[in-house]
T-cell receptor, first 112, second 114 residues
Framework: GQNIDQPTEMTATEGAIVQINCTYQ??????LFWYQQHAGEAPTFLSYNVLDGLEEKGRFSSFLSRSKGYSYLLLKELQMKDSASYLCAVLNYGGSQGNLIFGKGTKLSVKP | DGGITQSPKYLFRKEGQNVTLSCEQNLNHDAMYWYRQDPGQGLRLIYY???????QKGDIAEGYSVSREKKESFPLTVTSAQKNPTAFYLCASSTGGAEYHGYTFGSGTRLTVV
């Protein structure tokens, strides 16, 4: 089966750091994506990890451990505009439902 | 600029009517996808197409139909058989493997049944 788990909601304070976790169990693995989605808008690409380790891109970093089926997205120096849903998605070429399998998303609320 | 365009942005439909949502891309992507998004449900795959003139059902294909006559276009028809069609619909496209960049999404169509 295919299963991707992430927390439903999180709250953090402006200027702080927040970590959004994602665990996955899929029949295959060819990489992991994080997307940001503001309410009523399209998801936008944040990061892609295919090897273990940390990828840093400005205020956003993403980590992957393939042996543990685990990833996290780290957001630093939070801003109000970071309030959005964050989607974890696993790329699986062997899957029967297209290539990308999405988690249900984590809704992050940033408070002053 | 290359991109993926969905139209219309908002759509209202009377019960019992079929309605077609447009999705066009000029990215030269081989694969195209349709998702439905409801609050708390995440993205659910309706149909996808890896190549022209071929498409596959996703998790929730019942009540929907698609066509892929051109590489650039992948319209979705919501039929009267779809019992709860009110939702946010997202179209996406990708290169065959979707590696490195994943999917590119359109801006979505919000369908409301009145």
């Amino acid at each position: 089966g295919q299963n991707i788990d992430q927390p439903t909601e999180m709250t953090a304070t402006e200027g702080a750091i927040v970590q959004i976790n994602c665990t996955y169990q899929t029949s295959g693995f060819n990489g992991l994506f994080w997307y940001q989605q503001h309410a009523g808008e399209a998801p936008t690409f944040l990061s892609y990890n295919v090897l273990d380790g940390l990828e840093e891109k400005g205020r956003f970093s993403s980590f992957l451990s393939r042996s543990k089926g685990y990833s996290y997205l780290l957001l630093k120096e939070l801003q109000m505009k970071d309030s959005a849903s964050y989607l974890c998605a696993v790329l699986n070429y062997g899957g029967s439902q297209g290539n990308l399998i999405f988690g249900k998303g984590t809704k992050l609320s940033v408070k002053p | 600029d290359g991109g993926i365009t969905q139209s219309p942005k908002y759509l209202f439909r009377k019960e019992g009517q079929n309605v077609t949502l447009s999705c066009e891309q000029n990215l030269n992507h081989d694969a195209m996808y349709w998702y439905r998004q409801d609050p708390g449900q995440g993205l659910r795959l309706i149909y996808y197409s890896q190549i022209v003139n071929d498409f596959q059902k996703g998790d929730i294909a019942e009540g929907y139909s698609v066509s892929r006559e051109k590489k650039e276009s992948f319209p979705l028809t919501v039929t009267s058989a779809q019992k709860n069609p009110t939702a946010f619909y997202l179209c996406a496209s990708s290169t065959g493997g979707a590696e490195y960049h994943g999917y590119t999404f359109g801006s979505g169509t919000r369908l409301t049944v009145v």
